[in-house]
Nanobody, 116 residues
Framework: VQLQASGGGSVQAGGSLRLACAAS????????MGWFRQAPGKQREFVAS???????TYADSVKGRFTISIDNAKNTAYLQMNSLKPEDTGVYYC???????????WGQGTQLTVSS
């Protein structure tokens, strides 16, 4: 599976942005789609995921502000990010777990910079 992430950019605090992750195969057949991020000098961390037939989960730091969704017709997962904060800055990666919860495939990452 190939994943192509896009949509990153620079935004001011309080703003919104939507990331997209296009999959090279039928996204409906993928068990888990997730978004992760890595801030400078920090480890990659979980942001949000959607598991087929089991709903969505979010990191506490983004609950109520971020929404993960899937468009099956476009084989694309999205991360809608609202009320952005400077601490949301980092490289955002999408990941796919084909059969379980573990991520087997990663996209290339897209940079988000939130300025105060």
């Amino acid at each position: 599976v190939q994943l192509q992430a896009s949509g990153g950019g620079s935004v001011q605090a309080g703003g919104s942005l939507r990331l997209a992750c296009a999959a090279s195969r039928n996204i409906g057949s993928i068990n888990r789609m997730g978004w992760f991020r890595q801030a400078p000098g920090k480890q990659r961390e979980f942001v949000a995921s959607i598991i087929r037939g089991d709903g969505t989960t979010y990191a506490d730091s983004v609950k109520g502000r971020f929404t993960i969704s899937i468009d099956n017709a476009k084989n694309t997962a999205y991360l809608q990010m609202n009320s952005l904060k400077p601490e949301d800055t980092g490289v955002y990666y999408c990941g796919a777990g084909l059969y379980g919860a573990d991520v087997n495939y990663w996209g290339q990452g897209t940079q988000l910079t939130v300025s105060s």
